[in-house]
């Protein structure tokens, strides 16, 4: 790699059920970053944990990895000291684990999606380690995957949610006792929505219309997540998306083009929203990667048909911008998190749903459809920049421990 560009490691995949979302964001990702300046590659995190290098990560076609590709491929550890930049050591298994050379880079792109890599656990190693990366810093990602945890920020700052319940994860099993869930449910009403608290992509979501349904539900909730929450549906729904982000403004924080998803039945799916209408053996019609053709406007990840900057009533659009930047401001936020409300169209009320710390394909066709549009490549260079100003921003001094609070000599 060059001298000159810094070494910008994108990491994908992970131990989540929206391993496969995130490979494909990662692979947009190193397809869209500006090679003038920065030289890009993948770091793959398997379903099993094993933290992977190698030229076949770049191709979408060697997923899932079988046996004949990991002999491809590198076993490495983070370094933990914490030197500035990132350092990944070779595992000496293999065979081409003994002689290898550590791997440096200089920032850190995670483009996880949920569990063990949205939700503040990488954000954290990366800080234990140095190690400037990308996005919403810990406590903000791990707030913000929490859908319990959202909803009591959103209220403590004003900002209007749905009323909700906490549902648990029994010790054994997947059901909970009749009397407790009636207990739970009975003050948000039926129809209700049940979905994951820690997860996204509409993985287990579903709508109930009675206690036997919710709980003909909660199996698929708690196979991948300890806990659920319920929420009353809500009639009419429309939906709108913004993103948020202070790393293109010098620091002022601006936000995107408003997107109206439209859905073609009441409920979105997982397979709806990343799958329909794309070409799932290249992945270049969902979302390719970003075009450098100045004005030009791309589709994203996502191919469900959507409006960009739908006509909204003058207070509506105020409030979706404004309570955005509340709760952005309010966890003093970094990257660009995408922000999803939810609408009675007939009423005209709106809550905040939840948020998304790293967003599919990085939002990044709401920022090319923004008042002051920026291009994928402009954005994902925007973003790497911030990172490196957030670590410089915490740097501590070599020896951490004030001279007054030293209790143990050090050397001369």
């Not at 200089?106 to 569990?115: E, K, R, S």
């Not at 869930?181 to 992509?201: M, R």
């Not at 300890?226 to 601006?254: C, H, T, W």
Request: charged share 25%; glycine share 10%; net charge negative.
């Amino acid at each position: 790699m060059s001298k000159s560009k810094k070494k910008i490691a994108v990491f994908i995949g992970g131990r989540s059920p929206e391993h496969d979302v995130s490979v494909v964001t990662g692979l947009q990702i190193l397809s869209a970053i500006d090679t003038t300046r920065y030289e890009a590659f993948p770091v793959y995190i398997a379903p099993d944990g094993e933290w992977l290098i190698g030229d076949i990560l770049r191709e979408r076609s060697s997923y899932m990895l079988d046996a004949n590709a990991r002999k491809q491929t590198r076993a490495v550890l983070l370094d933990l000291k914490a030197d500035r930049g990132g350092r990944l050591i070779p595992k000496k298994s293999g065979l081409l684990g003994g002689g290898a050379k550590p791997v440096e880079f200089d920032v850190a792109v995670p483009a996880f999606h949920g569990l063990y890599g949205e939700d503040g656990g990488i954000q954290g190693l990366f800080e234990l380690a140095n190690v400037p990366y990308t996005g919403m810093r810990s406590m903000g990602s791990a707030v913000l995957m929490d859908k319990g945890a959202t909803k009591k920020l959103l209220q403590s700052v004003g900002i209007p949610v749905l009323p909700y319940a906490l549902l648990k994860r029994p010790e054994e099993g997947y059901m909970l006792p009749r009397e407790q869930l009636e207990a739970l449910a009975g003050p948000i009403g039926f129809p209700c929505i049940v979905k994951p608290v820690h997860l996204g992509s509409s993985i287990g979501v579903a709508r109930a219309e009675g206690l036997e349904e919710l709980e003909a539900c909660l199996p698929a909730v708690f196979e991948y997540d300890d806990s659920a929450i319920i929420e009353p549906f809500v009639q009419n729904m429309v939906e709108y998306n913004v993103a948020v982000s202070k790393a293109l403004g010098g620091g002022q924080v601006r936000t995107s083009a408003i997107e109206k998803p439209k859905a073609v039945e009441a409920l979105l799916d997982f397979k709806q929203k990343y799958l329909s209408g794309g070409d799932n053996k290249t992945g270049d019609k969902m979302g390719g990667g970003g075009t450098k053709n100045p004005g030009a406007i791309s589709e994203g990840m996502l191919s469900l048909t959507r409006e960009l900057n739908p006509k909204l009533p003058a207070e509506m659009e105020v409030n979706i911008r404004g309570w955005a930047l509340a709760m952005f401001e309010a966890l003093d936020g970094a990257g660009a998190p995408r922000i999803d409300f939810i609408s009675n169209q007939k009423t005209g009320e709106i809550w905040m749903n939840e948020v998304n710390p790293i967003p599919g394909s990085f939002g990044y066709f709401l920022w090319e459809a923004a008042q002051e549009p920026v291009l994928f490549t402009d954005f994902l260079s925007a973003l790497i920049e911030e990172a490196l100003a957030e670590n410089r921003a915490r740097i501590l001094p070599k020896d951490p421990v004030p001279r007054d609070a030293r209790l143990l000599r050090r050397p001369v």
